[in-house]
Each structure stands twice: as C-alpha cells, then as structure tokens.
C-alpha cells in the first residue's frame, strides 16, 4: 500500500492520514456534542414542545416499548431522540454549508434550499440551547446573559469544528 492510499475512502488529493485525523475529530466532537444537548438541548425541548415529555416506552412503538422493563432507559423521553438527531442534523448541514461557502460562487435553487433547510435548523438549535441553559439555574448573574453568551460559544464552536473537519478532510482549500 502506497502511502497516499489507506483505509476507507479518502477523496482524491487528500492524504489518508488527514482523512482519518478528520474522522477521528468528527467522532469526538459528535461524542462530546451528544452529551451536550443531552443535558441541555433536551431540557429546552421539554420545555417548549409538551410531545417530547413523553417516555418512549409509552408511545407504542414495539421496540421501545421494551424499554420501560429496564432501570436505565426507563426514564428515557422523546425529547432524548430528537435532540440526538437534531445535534447530528445541525452537524452535517453546517459540514455541508461551510464546503457550500468556501466552494460556490454561483446561486441555484439547491444552494438555496441548504441554506434554508441549514439556517432553519441552526437557529431552532439555537432556540433550544438558549432554552435549556436558561432554565438550568443561575450561572451568577443574569440567566438571559449567560444563555445569550452559552449559545453564542455553543454556535461559534460548532460552527469552528465542522471547518475544521471540512478543512482537513480537503474539502475546502486553505
């Protein structure tokens, strides 16, 4: 094996040494971001959206049902799902807005589409974190204040780590 070719599927002109250094970012990243909007991201839904409070061995669905027979996922809730699947959601959408940014120059309806479907995500996060961190006491001083800066490091990071991988996966030129 040459030492420009490795495992997996690295994109042409791409060594696969940084291919996989930007993997392995993704991974922890997504990890850590996971446990984030477990303890935040959730709290806001719960508080803005009633439907997630439900447990979900309670919405009928056959293998979740299961779940209730278990102490550790007994108290797990709708609101758990779909922070998961937003946080992975928002991820990829703004991996895919920063190749978009660094990349096109040109407008077209998918363009458009992105950046709608990606800011209407982001700022729904935004909200949700906002919430979340607002509702999990007092940091102090003003709960407002603090939430507002919270959300504005939780966006700058986010934002930051999806270059960062797009730039070492060679997806964006330096």
Not at 3 to 14: E, F, I, K, M
Not at 57 to 85: I, M, Q, S
Not at 123 to 135: K, Q, Y
Not at 150 to 168: E, R
Request: glycine letters at 8%.
């Amino acid at each position: 094996m040459s030492d420009s070719q490795g495992p997996g599927r690295a994109p042409p002109g791409v060594h696969w040494k940084w291919w996989l250094y930007a993997w392995g970012l993704r991974l922890f990243c997504l990890l850590i971001l996971l446990v984030l909007c477990q303890a935040i991201v959730a709290v806001g839904m719960r508080e803005k959206i009633d439907l997630t409070t439900t447990k979900l061995h309670k919405t009928g669905v056959w293998p979740l049902t299961l779940l209730g027979d278990f102490r550790e996922t007994y108290k797990l809730d709708v609101a758990n799902v779909l922070a998961a699947t937003m946080m992975l959601a928002v991820w990829f959408a703004w991996e895919l807005l920063t190749e978009d940014i660094a990349n096109s120059h040109s407008a077209n309806r998918t363009r458009i589409l992105l950046w709608t479907a990606g800011g209407l995500l982001l700022v729904c996060d935004c909200v949700l974190f906002f919430t979340g961190v607002s509702l999990a006491g007092s940091y102090g001083g003003s709960p407002i204040f603090a939430a507002t800066v919270l959300t504005a490091m939780y966006l700058g990071l986010l934002l930051f780590l999806a270059s960062a991988v797009c730039l070492l996966e060679g997806r964006i030129s330096r």
